[in-house]
């Protein structure tokens, strides 16, 4: 059984500070991770993906992963009001039959305090 | 139109109607998905098209039937549904192509239909 954790929070920061996001995920042959953002009543909407080990960097945005620890975080700088929503980690398998499919984490509610 | 489209947006239904949920997409994928999201809980997944054969069908009552007419197009049919079946429904599609890690095989989700059973 796929699995993907994710802390459900909620995450309070203080604007403008750097709001970190963990996910851990059970399959070591995954090999595709994505963040998604969903506001209250809306649908997900994807910000980042990344699928080597490492950071990668979208404006305030910054994914790392770390295969080996089977870790995947999201950090988002200079946190506003405006990314107060839910972030959904999704993971896709290696290979085989149904490797397109995403397996989703339950998702981590983050508040921005002004 | 570009994206992937739900309609209605909002649906109020008795417990003896029937009512289908409508979803199209313009992105050229072949999977095609059905969400389920009750409030304030994770995603359900559904029911999983790949090219218009359903893949997938997780444990979901019958009372929800789907339809995947062409690789464009996927229906949510709902009959004698229960008030507990009020959520937030979802269609996603994503591409099915070679597999390598450097593609985004990311899912596109419409914007949903809030459905209440009443």
């Known amino acids: 059984q796929k699995e993907v954790e994710q802390n459900s929070g909620p995450l309070s920061v203080p604007e403008g500070a750097i709001a970190s996001l963990n996910c851990t995920y059970s399959d070591r042959g995954s090999q595709s991770f994505f963040w998604y953002r969903q506001y209250s009543g809306k649908s997900p909407e994807l910000i980042m993906f990344?699928?080597?080990?490492g950071d990668k960097e979208d404006g305030r945005f910054t994914a790392q992963l770390n295969k080996a620890s089977q870790y995947v975080s999201l950090l988002i700088r200079d946190s506003q009001p405006s990314d107060s929503a839910t972030y959904l980690c999704a993971v896709r398998p290696y290979s085989g039959a149904g490797s397109y499919q995403l397996t989703f984490g339950k998702g981590t509610k983050l508040s921005v305090i002004p | 139109e570009t994206g992937v489209t739900q309609t209605p947006r909002h649906l109020v239904m008795g417990m003896t109607n029937k009512k289908s949920l409508k979803c199209e997409q313009h992105l050229g994928h072949n999977a095609m998905y059905w969400y389920k999201q009750s409030a304030k809980k994770p995603l359900e997944l559904m029911f999983v098209?790949?090219?218009?054969?359903?893949?997938e069908n997780n444990s979901v009552p019958s009372r929800f039937s789907p339809e995947c007419p062409n690789s464009s197009h996927l229906f949510l049919h709902l009959h004698t549904l229960q008030p507990e079946d009020s959520a937030l429904y979802l269609c996603?599609?994503?591409?099915?192509?070679?597999?390598?890690?450097?593609?985004?095989?990311?899912?596109?989700f419409g914007s949903g239909t809030r459905l209440t059973v009443v």
């Open positions: 990344i699928y080597s080990n």
């Open positions: 098209y790949n090219f218009k054969e359903q893949t």
């Open positions: 996603a599609s994503s591409p099915i192509g070679q597999q390598g890690p450097s593609t985004t095989y990311g899912y596109t």
